[in-house]
Nanobody, 121 residues
Framework: VQLQASGGGLVQAGDSLRLSCAGS????????MAWFRQDPGKEREFIAA????????KYADSVKGRFTISRDSAKNTVYLQMDSLKPEDTAVYYC???????????????WGQGTQVTVSS
């Protein structure tokens, strides 16, 4: 499974940004997907996850109500809509995939490359 993340950039506090993660490879459309982020000097943090069929979603408390995860099965792509961005949301954002939704928030098997999100105050 290969994952390609995109959509990062530099925005101001209060702005919105949408990240995309395109999956490819055998069976990738049947995988649960998640977004994590990592700021230099800090541990990687779980942000949001979605089940393979899009029915179940899960969010970290820090982004609940501001970020929305969704997926387009036809495009095999997962999105992270980020609204009301704050400077503390600045980080490198990574997408991840795993066949098991129970572990997607902690130890997913597949990782994409990161995309930088910078929020200025």
């Amino acid at each position: 499974v290969q994952l390609q993340a995109s959509g990062g950039g530099l925005v101001q506090a209060g702005d919105s940004l949408r990240l995309s993660c395109a999956g490819s490879g055998r069976g990738s459309s049947m995988y649960s997907m998640a977004w994590f982020r990592q700021d230099p000097g800090k541990e990687r943090e779980f942000i949001a996850a979605i089940s393979w069929n899009g029915v179940i979603t899960k969010y970290a408390d820090s982004v609940k109500g501001r970020f929305t995860i969704s997926r387009d099965s036809a495009k095999n792509t997962v999105y992270l809509q980020m609204d009301s961005l704050k400077p503390e949301d600045t980080a490198v954002y990574y997408c991840a995939a795993d066949a098991n939704f129970m572990v997607i928030t902690t130890r997913p098997v597949y990782w994409g490359q990161g995309t930088q999100v910078t929020v200025s105050s």
